[in-house]
């Protein structure tokens, strides 16, 4: 028979892919029930993994997080827990089917790496390892969901710039969305937030039944996207401090300086440099909006070097491969 | 004249450059850069090594700007003390600077976040219902008459504003705990044989190695044996200034503080002693002496060298090379000989068997001593840098997560009731206030009719 942790880590896999098409389907239909279907899975599949770790934890006493295939599992875990709370908040629900569908492709490579449980070496025989790994591997997952987020920017901004040329202003007046552009928010209804029509161009377009613009302009505005690109860094970031913080303070302990130019470290110090570089950025009018999602997806390729490269490509030289 | 308004402008536009948040950004992105090239490239290796790596002339120009060391480098400290020069400017002249700004008339229309609630109450009573509206909601509330109108400003979180002061002030703070170290601090490695006592360097510690253990098992994983290592420990006798000597374990994680120094478990070997032969006859000298791992006999009268290079735990009796398995079962050592410093050879010697080296000499390890490898270091600006963690750490959240608000509130009489008109700007624009002003928007005219 299986043994309960891989049961655990089938349901959660495969909860995880049905809800990911589930919610990739109701981004571009926006049928009420595959949001009620889709989030539910997410969330099952999302406990599942977690009792995953918690029993192979039981079965071994040895914490999962201290190869890649324990951290693959957490960092797939944490990317959708901290999807899920955003979702939550900010009605995120839309962009959840690609933020899982990523996840998985994760999680199913981690189990690629299972080697079988192996006792920790002395270095990683601390407690830091406990509070270190799971608080920079939600780091990275808060970067992943920026990632997506700014993703959807861009693909809203550029297809509103293809459509723009193509729209005369008489149409976007027509459809009276000439007046709604950039001029100003008035709360006279004072009703709810209101999707503000920042892209014109997609609002006629998808009048005139254009899929892919019906598809985009129920997507938050340009800007609110913005602000939630930012809410989301403004998580990863302190959550990355705080990992190479705890880091400096284990390293402290095993190896006797707090910072080695270890290039784990040192990788990570580079993506901290490029967030601290983000919101420095974000804080001038000219640079929010495309060239701060430009940012935010840069992060992506940067953030899987730091967390994968590192370890794969050039850990031989590392600590964090791991050898005393 | 000329020449003193000259340098004004010139202290004008370098205070201006520096103070630039674009500015500092150059100079991250440069950090950035320089920081992952590191880990890209091996650091502090051999030249050859970079040459067995790269194409030849990205070998020489890795060298040649100092990218095998690019922590140390001039160019690193410089773009760190650009960066902290241009926090000092920026910080001093914009940041501190930027208090709550003056209450002044704004045109609310023009203001992208705005709002009109039209309300039958007289403009006493709205003016009071709407301070308590935003009192209760914990904003800061300010009247002034401006031109001849009442203006209501209710601010919020203003002493967030301090929070980028705080993140740039923690980031200086680590700077001068890391200073501390390079001017006051020390670090170092030593390897003592069992049974051995050193005096460390730069303080009055002696330190003996009582004895060296370690835990090391095989385990069975998918992809074979695995021996991993469990536990290190040395068992050791300090002496520290007080000249009183004590019993003492360092494991790794588990370092021990000798008068401000600790002493952390790095590594481990086994010390071999040699007999040196020639003819037949014993060397003293060379016989004498126990060697580590990388140490080098050079054999009297010739160009000769020899090299202890690994010792082999345990030798496979099947192929008669080293196994995997690191614990000394049946060990032997790999010597790697030299004639005018270039390689002749390497072989595997087993213990008491002998090895000839040509000219009449041979070598036998006889007999091997664990030692252990200890790291020490005295760094007293480790609780600064985590003093400035924490600091940095509070401005990033205070930053982020605390957002300085401020809304204008103008209250006309209208007809027979008045008109509420209000807008609000941040410290981040607008975008980041629409949910929020959209919902005081909202609950403002519930608050007023139910006063
Ligand atoms: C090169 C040196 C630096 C300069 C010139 C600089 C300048 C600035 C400026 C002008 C702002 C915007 C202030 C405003 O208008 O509200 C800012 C924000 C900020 N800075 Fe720096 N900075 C530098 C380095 C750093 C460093 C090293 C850190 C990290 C500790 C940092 C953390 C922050 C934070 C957290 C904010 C607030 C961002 C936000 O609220 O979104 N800065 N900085």
Partial sequence: ?324 | MAARVGLDDLFGDFVRTWSNVLFAVSLFVVWGILTLLGVIIDQNRDSSIYFATYAAPVARLILRLGLDNVYHSAAYIGIIGLILSSLAVCTLRRVIPARLPPLRPVKIDRLPLHSRIDTPLDPATTRSRVENFFRRRGWQIRKRELGGTEWTFADRHDWARRGVLIAHLGFVIIATGTTIYWALGFSGETAILSGQTVSIPRTSTKLTLLDFAYRIEPIATKGGIVYQPIDYVSHVTVTGRDGRARRATIRVNHPINVDGTLYYQAAYGFGVRFGVLHYGKPVRDLSEQTLKEGDVLTLPQTTREVQYSQFAGTIDRQTGMPSADPRPNDPGVILNIFDDGQPVGTTLARFGHAVDLGGGFAIVPQRYTMYSGLQYRHDPGIPLVGIGALVLLAGLCISFYLLPARVHVRIDLQGAGSSVAMAATTVKGYDIFESQFAELATALPRALKAG
């Fill in chain 1, 1 to 324: 028979m299986m043994p309960l942790d891989q049961v655990l880590m089938a349901i959660a896999l495969s909860t995880y892919i049905v809800g990911a098409i589930v919610l990739i389907m109701y981004f571009f239909s926006r049928a009420e029930w595959q949001r009620n279907l889709g989030v539910p899975l997410v969330i099952a599949g999302c406990v599942a993994q977690f009792a995953q770790l918690a029993t192979r934890y039981e079965l071994t006493h040895i914490w999962p997080l201290l190869n890649l295939y324990g951290s693959l599992s957490l960092f797939s875990a944490m990317s959708v827990l901290i999807f899920i709370i955003f979702a939550f908040r900010y009605r995120l629900w839309f962009a959840g089917g690609f933020v899982v569908a990523i996840a998985s492709v994760f999680l199913a490579y981690g189990l690629t790496w299972n080697e079988g449980t192996l006792p920790a070496v002395p270095s990683l025989q601390s407690y830091w390892a406990k509070i270190h790994v799971p608080i920079v591997v939600s780091s990275y997952a808060a970067f992943l969901v920026a990632a997506v987020i700014s993703a959807l920017y861009l693909l809203k901004h550029y297809f509103n710039r293809s459509l723009v040329a193509r729209t005369t202003t008489a149409a976007l007046a027509a459809a009276g969305a000439a007046d709604v552009s950039m001029s100003g928010m008035q709360f006279e209804s004072a009703s709810a937030v209101r999707i503000r029509r920042d892209t014109p161009a997609i609002e006629v377009a998808a009048t005139e039944g254009n899929v892919v613009a019906r598809w985009l302009s129920t997507l938050p505005s340009l800007a609110q996207l913005d602000v939630l690109i930012y809410r989301v860094v403004a998580v990863g970031l302190p959550l990355l401090t705080i990992g190479i913080i705890t880091g400096a303070w284990w390293a402290k302990e095993a190896w006797g300086a707090y910072w080695q130019w270890d290039p784990k470290e040192t990788a990570a110090l580079a993506l901290w440099i490029f967030y601290a570089i983000y919101m420095h950025l974000h804080t001038r009018n000219a640079w929010r909006g495309v060239r701060s999602a430009w940012l935010g997806v840069w992060g992506l390729p940067l953030m899987l070097f730091v967390y994968l490269g590192v370890n794969i490509v050039i850990g031989n030289g590392s600590m964090h491969s791991y050898k005393l």
